[in-house]
């Protein structure tokens, strides 16, 4: 079936970094854009960044300068570096991934979910 596994969230002071990661198994298709996306209660799922598989990216207003978002293509696995975290970056973040079965997309993974907690 495939999934994906994120690891790397917990509780940090502001000012502080965390790394998370997101691994890919079993799918068994071509894996193009990953991204990274967070939501706090009562609020839709918003974007933090993706990059495609040729390494261009795309941040959310609120986060560059801050995030960088890389990829292992070997590994099929995703990473979120978050430095200077700020109390507003708190949610809970979910990484996603798009499979390609040739030139047709077959369908968007999304991770299980990692909560970030920046005390202030």
């Known amino acids: 079936q495939g999934q994906l596994v994120e690891s790397g969230g917990g509780l940090v002071q502001a000012g502080g970094s965390l790394r998370l990661s997101c691994a890919a198994s079993?799918?068994?298709?071509?894996?193009?854009?990953m991204g990274w996306y967070r939501q706090t209660p009562g609020n839709e799922r918003e974007l933090v960044a993706t990059?495609?598989?040729?390494?261009?990216?795309n941040y959310g207003d609120s986060v560059k300068g801050r995030f960088t978002i890389s990829r292992d293509n070997a590994k099929n696995t995703s990473y979120l570096q978050m430095n200077l975290l700020k109390p507003e970056d708190t949610a809970v973040y979910y990484c996603?991934?798009?499979?390609?079965?040739?030139?047709?997309?077959?369908?968007?993974?999304w991770g299980q979910g990692t909560q970030v907690t920046v005390s202030s």
């Open positions: 079993g799918i068994i298709f071509r894996i193009n854009d």
């Open positions: 990059i495609t598989s040729g390494g261009d990216t």
């Open positions: 996603n991934a798009e499979a390609y079965k040739g030139e047709i997309k077959w369908g968007v993974y």
